[in-house]
């Protein structure tokens, strides 16, 4: 296949993106002016009028709001990450460093005898409002391209399982704005009819200017195809990403080094090269575990009765886990089941062996609060994977599962994405599928994140949906 059909007219290149940065920099010096009037008229009272003095200082604040986006770049984001959370994100970020301006600029000019709550006012607006016109922009512009406008045009180097992928992506969020332009390899037989050309045919098509993003899918770096479209990229000004298919390593996201002008692919897992974050998570499992446990004391002890009065048998059960580094330890539950129930594996939460008050433990997640005990000794986290029992352990070790090897590099957790997602495990293979899950959380451990697991969780929680 040799011809093809471009679009109509030209394509500009980077259309819209300086007018795109200029429409976030005109909303936000309005959005700071709308906030600082708001914090006025709340300090102030309704209808009082501005001083010269605050009319200086709200200068002030622009044109050092200029220097932060100087800084910081909040204007500057790609297609895939343009998302509602990245950009509110962001932009609490910034406000924070415009903040810390704004106070040594209230030092500085406290002649002005301008409000220290008045300040804070401000930015607290101008981070809402900031985050609502962002949270309306996202959601027009995205739809805007789903429709078909202000896209892309992206062609795929190489035919295989990994562009497949790509394509496939695009296809799934038509709201990212990429339009497909074909795929280009080696002509055979089998694809004749799949391809839009061979490598010829991709010369013409990116010589002609018609093409924003080129992925490259060639299985060898190497390929003298590579080299032609690096070198013509900055003539035709399109952009050039090579693909590299990392599906066999499950849990592990690569990341990018340099040593020196070398760069290096790491793929072992980022948390445990981080210090300071090891010890961020430890710190807050020891305060938010202790403050459990100091201030629901009265939740515990009437938990722990109403488990005495509704069956015979001790309050608490406890249980061998394997911990971190394989080290074993006993975890601790409100006993849900029957004194004498046989062990093995549950059969989820109409399984016969547990209490109607078990139930109501299991389904609400109140039987796992005695486990920030656990937390607070050092045996597990708040959030982190799941510990497995022995038995589980043997079986996935027999298998030499790689993915589970790694998750005993981790401090067990009370809640994980597996839980959060899939609940209790009654089974092998239901074990290995929630598993899966707790491998994604390894490759996102932070502290937003662990909040957002722990918010889930209490979620369930409230809505009795414990599984």
Known sequence: MTNCIYPSTTRMKHRYLF???LFQ???????????????????????????????????LLSLTWLLVVLLLHPYKHSRIKFHVYEL????????????????FLWFLFQDLRL??????YSSLAFWIIGSLWRTMAVVLLKT????GNNTLNYVIVGYNDTSQKIKRFYEQHPEFGYQFFGFFDTMTKENKSILRGDYQVLRQVLQNNHIDCVYCCIPRAGHPIL????????????????????????????????????????????????????????????????????????VFILLGLITKLTSQGPIIFSQDRTGQWGKKFKIYKFRSMYVGASL??????????????????????????????????????????????????KTLMEESTDDFKLILAFRPGITSVGQVKFGYAGSPEEIKKRLKY??????????????????????????KQGK
Do not use: C
Not at 265 to 273: A, K, M, N, Q
């Open 25 to 59: 920099l005109l909303s936000d010096v309005i959005s700071l002016s709308l906030s600082f009037w708001i914090s006025h008229q709340l300090v102030k009272g309704w209808g009082a009028s501005f001083s010269i003095n605050e009319v200086s200082f709200l200068g």
């Open 88 to 103: 509110i994100y962001r932009h609490l970020m910034a406000v924070l460093l415009l903040a810390a301006f704004g106070i």
């Open 144 to 147: 805007h391209r789903a429709n």
């Open 227 to 298: 080299k032609d479209i690096i070198e013509q990229s900055n003539q035709s000004l399109y952009q050039v990403k090579l693909v590299v298919d990392f599906t066999f390593f499950f849990s592990q996201a690569p990341s990018l080094e340099f040593h020196g002008l070398t760069p290096v692919i790491s793929l072992s897992t980022e948390f445990l090269d981080h210090t300071r974050e090891h010890i961020l998570k430890r710190l807050f499992d020891v305060v938010f575990s202790s403050g459990v446990l100091l201030f629901g004391s009265p």
């Open 115 to 120: 409000s220290r709550l008045q300040l804070f």
């Open 438 to 463: 707790d491998l994604l959380y390894l490759n996102k451990i932070s502290f937003f994140f662990d909040m957002w697991l722990i918010m889930k969780t209490m979620v369930i929680m409230i809505k």
């Open 344 to 393: 093995g594996h549950s059969e989820g939460i109409l399984d016969k062996r547990i209490t109607p008050w078990g139930r109501f433990l299991r389904k609400t997640r109140l039987d796992e609060l005695p486990q920030f005990y656990n937390v607070l000794k050092g045996d597990m986290s708040v959030v982190g994977p799941r510990p497995l029992a022995d038995y589980d352990v």
């Open 19 to 21: 007018l795109l940065v």
